[in-house]
């Protein structure tokens, strides 16, 4: 083009000559084909760039939702029931086998005892991750099922079908995953549609479930914090209440489980806010061989001790939920770790199954291969507490 035009315009030096050679009949045609050139849409960068942005977007969807479920279901069943344990880099199945992910760390798990389904997250890079199906037992690789992108503190999820989720934290299940916001989750599970759930007023989604919300249907909320109002008596009936707490005078429930379906169906659980902050110390000298003087002390909410020891205060390790084989069911640990509860999700009831006024340190709840859920609560000094079956209890006190 550039050529013709040199030609006609007669220009550009060496093509003057050739202008001169052409008969007033070819300068006309050649005239013409630079109109026709020039009156085509051309590509602007805008519209490129558009067309780049609508193949991106596009990019990732490579399945509808009948055709990933199909695909699914191509997995052989499992023959018997299993057991996950999360571990650094992956999780350890049925005690006797780990599995890792080789494109990176799994982050976070949800999986059925029962049929062996499980979703989970893999850390591809510190802003990049990827959600995965894999049935376990069925010797077959993992199949994608979506991309999560880290923006600062959001969280983009784009699944294979097409299907995007923006939120502030993803939580795994056995039928898919959960988006969360402050209030609002959006529970997707392959080959339907997402369903929404808006948490009632007053309260939020709690950032760690240690329950399958899928197979459940329960989910766990965690109170609005209390504004910094710098009102001296606010503060003094704030501080008042927490003391009543830990004195087993009054209660004060933070969290709820409360069935997404049916709102009426809740449990109201005693273990308060503050039970998952930790200490961090900085600037620290040594003041003889048993103290130590530090000028800094830092709170943050944490899973882990900074030893990295699990914060056991925590409602993550307090609060668990399960399906078995009859009863949808929670253990919990109330009452400043007094009390260890089994609860009925469905009937609003509970079995008191430890008790002690001076607590218990920690306490945990697996379920087995075979859905039998057993609960070992730690003593410390004093004697630990066994429950072999913690749904058997329930049908017991009936």
């Known amino acids: 083009m550039a050529c013709v035009t040199a030609i006609l315009l007669s220009g550009c030096g060496a093509a003057s000559n050739e202008a001169d050679a052409l008969s007033p009949e070819q300068k006309q045609a050649l005239f013409q084909a630079l109109m026709q050139k020039m009156q085509q849409p051309s590509s602007s960068p805008v519209q490129k760039s558009a067309s ?77 991750y990827r959600i995965k199906y894999q049935k376990m037992l069925s010797g077959r690789d993992p199949l994608t099922v979506g991309l999560i992108r880290r923006d600062g503190l959001s969280m983009r999820v784009e699944t294979v079908t097409g299907k995007r989720f923006n939120g502030r934290n993803i939580i795994p299940t056995s039928k898919g995953f959960v988006v969360t916001r402050e209030k609002t989750a959006f529970v997707y599970e392959v080959g339907k549609r997402p369903v929404t759930f808006i948490a009632p007023e007053g309260w939020h989604i709690a950032a760690f ?56 169906q809740r449990k109201m659980i005693n273990v308060t806010l503050g039970e998952k902050e930790v200490a961090l110390f900085s600037q620290c000298r040594k003041q003889n061989r048993y103290v130590r003087i530090c000028d800094t002390m830092e709170i943050k909410k944490s899973l882990y001790q900074p030893n990295g020891l699990k914060n056991f205060n925590h409602y993550y390790w307090n609060i668990h939920w399960f399906k078995g084989k009859k009863n949808i069911f929670s253990i919990t640990k109330e009452s400043n770790n007094r009390v260890v509860l089994v609860s009925d999700l469905e009937h609003n009831r509970s079995v008191e199954v430890a008790s002690r006024v001076t607590g218990f340190p920690e306490y945990v709840a697996k379920q087995s291969r075979d859905g039998v859920v057993k609960v070992h609560v730690e003593g410390g000094l004093l004697p630990s507490v066994d429950i072999d079956d913690a749904e058997a209890v329930l049908d017991e006190s009936i």
């Open 52 to 128: 780049l942005h609508h193949a991106v977007e596009n990019a990732t969807k490579t399945l509808d939702e009948k055709e990933l479920l199909a695909k699914i279901g191509e997995y052989p069943s499992a023959a018997t029931g299993i057991r996950l344990e999360r571990k650094s880099d992956g999780f350890l199945l049925n005690g006797e086998k780990m599995y890792v992910d080789f494109e990176g760390p799994i982050v976070r798990l949800g999986y059925d005892w029962r049929s062996g389904d499980a979703f989970y997250i893999v850390k591809l890079s510190n802003d990049t």
């Open 209 to 264: 479930q240690n329950g399958d919300v899928a197979t459940t249907g329960f989910i766990l909320l965690e109170r609005d914090g209390e504004s910094e109002t710098g009102n001296p008596f606010s503060d003094l009936m704030k501080s008042t209440v927490e003391l009543g707490n830990a004195l087993g005078v009054t209660t004060k429930s933070d969290y709820m489980l409360v069935n997404m379906k049916n709102p009426t």
